[in-house]
């Protein structure tokens, strides 16, 4: 049974930097795409950032270039979103979610985490 289960979530000033962590179970990270998605109340979930499986290259929402970093430790079967100079526009449920497919469209993750609330104060 595959599990992701994300942390880091929580109450930061603009300005402030959290990580989030995304462990898995059950599925290796190294073999899938994962991806960092965010939802804000009111709106459809959009991707924040990706991280390919055969290239290893990056992708990021143009709203986070320059400020978010997804990274992967595959000894420790666990993806990272490192979120720097967060604004209030962030406040959101992060979902990490993984694909065994290079480029896979978000119909395509197949497994998801249960997220976790960012909560970015002015």
């Known amino acids: 049974q595959v599990q992701l289960v994300e942390s880091g979530g929580g109450l930061v000033q603009a300005g402030g930097s959290l990580r989030l962590s995304c462990a898995a179970s059950?599925?290796?990270?190294?073999?899938?795409?994962t991806g960092w998605f965010r939802q804000a109340p009111g709106k459809d979930r959009e991707f924040v950032a990706g991280s390919r499986w055969i290239t290893g290259s990056t992708d990021y929402a143009d709203s986070v270039k320059g400020r978010f970093t997804i990274s992967r430790d595959n000894a420790k079967n666990t993806v990272y979103l490192q979120m720097n100079s967060l604004k209030p526009e962030d406040t959101a449920i992060y979902y990490c979610?993984?694909?065994?497919?290079?480029?896979?469209?978000?119909?395509?993750?197949?497994?998801w985490g249960q997220g976790t609330q960012v909560t970015v104060s002015s």
């Open positions: 059950g599925l290796t990270f190294s073999t899938h795409t």
């Open positions: 979610a993984a694909a065994p497919k290079n480029r896979p469209r978000l119909d395509e993750y197949d497994y």
